[in-house]
């Protein structure tokens, strides 16, 4: 089990109803025809989610996305910026308090595909672009969360490349860009890296690495400091199956990791069966454990994110069993290393 001891957490049994799971989560954004909710990621006082919302089902499909807010125990959501191909990074990181901005990156147009990094507050005023991917050809800029300082931006570099060097044609850096004087550094350039997540305390980014560019799946998490040293495997140690670590970001306290991914089965996610159902698992942050969060078999889980309180996750799902193209809502679990005191932690085993 990726060399990690898999923690045993008390459960009871749930009857579903059409808001809520076999698994206990309950339905928070609820969309209607083509459109899909995705990434969920919080204010820094946890009381307002901010969310991707495509019209053209999963992942936009080619159609508008925009960066949209609503009340975290649910209610009417508004556009913070609707634009053509905005999304927001699921979690912590995607809205600063320090600086009051969110940050989400925008492809602007369906003639201009180069992805660039923008900023805004979270009333949808003082909207920048602060990246230049045209300047760079080849490049998209994507996937960007704040320094807890708010005065630098990380973010996913792709590069367009051959088929012969990446299944998809792309490979990630991880780049950091200073929002004070706008340079970009690259920190993280070796193989396939995507989808960096600053941890609260600014110490480290999360990262999902791809093991073999020329194979679909096979993500793993790392962690690097803010300078490119001291970079460290957290997942996939010593494992012979592929779990497809993704959509990773940082509980507040920094102690624990939620994600998406595949720890039930013997199936490899690199089986490209296009089959396999992903759930939301928490791991510690120095890959000793993996506690289960979903599991409900019918639904395909992503971009977890934790509250700030950590009384809940986050999470988007969609049937993908069915259509791996359908619309996802957002929905919420509470999170089983908590006691409803939401002080003592649930029945976990040493």
């Known amino acids: 089990m990726n060399g990690l001891a898999l923690a045993l957490i008390c459960a009871s049994a749930f009857a579903a109803t059409p808001n809520s799971r076999s698994d206990g ?31 053209r089902g999963y992942d936009g499909n080619g159609g508008p996305g925009g960066v949209w807010k609503m009340p975290a125990e649910g209610g009417t959501a508004s556009a913070i910026y609707d634009g053509y191909g905005a999304t927001n990074v699921n979690g912590l990181a995607s809205w600063n308090g320090a600086v009051d901005r969110v940050t989400f990156a925008d492809t602007q147009n369906a003639a201009k595909l180069n992805g660039d990094i923008w900023i805004v507050k979270p009333d949808g005023s003082a909207l920048q672009r602060v990246t230049n991917a045209a ?3 080849g490049h998209t800029y994507q996937e960007p969360t704040f320094a807890p300082d708010g005065s630098a931006v990380a973010f996913e570099d ?3 490349v051959p088929k012969t060097q990446s299944s998809d044609r792309t490979l990630g850096a991880i780049a950091i860009l200073s929002l004070q004087t706008g340079a970009v550094q690259r920190i993280v350039s070796d193989g396939d890296n995507r989808l960096p997540v600053w941890s609260p305390d600014g110490s480290r980014i999360l990262f999902q690495r791809r093991t073999n560019p020329l194979k679909d799946g096979g993500y793993h998490l790392f962690t690097v400091h803010p300078d490119g040293s001291g970079l460290a495997q957290i997942t996939g140690l010593d494992s012979s199956i592929d779990h497809c670590d993704s959509d ?19 199936a490899s996610c690199e089986d490209d069966s296009g089959d396999t159902e992903p759930k939301i ?26 509250s700030p309180d950590g009384r809940w996750i986050y999470f988007e799902s969609h049937r993908s069993a069915y259509d791996d193209e359908s619309p996802a809502q957002i929905w919420r679990i509470a999170n089983p290393l908590l006691k409803a005191s939401d002080t003592e932690t649930l029945c976990l085993t040493p």
């Open 248 to 266: 990773a970001s940082w509980a507040a306290d920094g102690q624990w990791i939620v994600e998406s991914a595949l720890y039930r089965g013997s």
């Open 281 to 306: 698992y928490l791991i510690a942050a120095d890959g000793s454990q993996v506690v289960p969060v979903t599991s409900d078999p019918k639904e395909e889980d992503g971009a977890p994110a934790m």
């Open 135 to 137: 300047a760079m050809p």
């Open 158 to 160: 792709d590069l367009d």
């Open 25 to 55: 989560a309950e339905l928070i954004y609820a969309t209607s025809g083509s459109n899909s909710a995705q990434n969920p990621a919080f204010s820094p006082d946890g009381t307002t989610l901010m969310f991707t919302l495509y019209s």
